[in-house]
């Protein structure tokens, strides 16, 4: 399967803990994004990757989430001191910066509660 | 305003109609637009780019009217699989957080 991999699937974790998400993006595809999304609403931006070069945060990023791509393949999000209000599905798309107009190609996202 | 709109429905229609929604976007800057399909508690999957010209992939017909600021999709002969949440995307590039998402129009199609 060469598409976009996210693991873990669902992660349930109590308030106040830390996660971690991984994802791993089609493998010729630079452009990393990781959005956020919830119920009834269309996923909202929260960073982007070029690269290993974090370009953009959204500033719905607080400083309790902190992302990285080290060597521009995977990347990881992570969520300290989570809130109830961070449950969400946390998904991550990969584009090509080769292709005009290459649009997103997201993975089957992580589904995260926080009790 | 919302940078993109939708109808949220849900639109539900007998299964072979014909259906249509729209997507309205408040930035003239926008450069390029896209349709996705959600299904329930999965990811977005890509449906089509939408060409300026108007373009169709089967049942599935899309277009895009600059002057008003909209996109729309249209669906012929509409199947049980159809079924689903359609997301329009748009994209300023000038930015990544310029690529931008609707909240998605609701589609269920009936026996």
Not at chain 1, 64 to 93: H, N, V, W
Not at chain 2, 31 to 46: A, G, H, I, T, V
Not at chain 2, 72 to 98: E, F, P
Request: charged share 20%; net charge positive.
């Amino acid at each position: 399967d060469t598409g976009v991999s996210q693991n873990p699937r669902h992660k349930i974790t109590k308030r106040g803990q830390n996660v971690t998400f991984r994802c791993d993006p089609i493998s010729e595809h630079n452009r990393l994004y990781w959005y956020r999304q919830t119920l009834g609403q269309g996923p909202e931006f929260l960073t982007y990757f070029q690269n290993e070069a974090q370009l953009e945060k959204s500033r719905l990023l607080s400083d309790r989430f902190s992302a990285e791509r080290p060597k521009g393949s995977f990347s990881t999000l992570e969520i300290q001191r989570t809130e109830q209000g961070d449950s969400a599905m946390y998904l991550c798309a990969s584009s090509s910066e080769a292709q005009i107009n290459s649009p997103l190609h997201f993975g089957n996202g992580t589904r995260l509660t926080v009790t | 305003r919302k940078e993109v709109e939708q109808d949220p429905g849900p639109f539900n229609v007998p299964e072979g109609a014909t259906v249509a929604f729209n997507c309205t976007y408040s930035n003239s800057a926008s450069q390029s637009f896209f349709w996705y399909r959600q299904d329930c508690r999965k990811e977005p999957k890509l449906l089509m780019s939408v060409y300026s010209s108007g373009n169709e992939d089967g049942r599935f017909t899309a277009q895009l009217n600059r002057a008003s600021q909209y996109i729309s999709l249209l669906i012929r002969d509409s199947k049980l699989s159809d079924s689903a949440t359609y997301l329009c995307v748009v994209n300023m590039w000038s930015s990544a957080s310029k690529i931008i998402f609707g909240s998605g129009t609701r589609l269920s199609i009936r026996p």
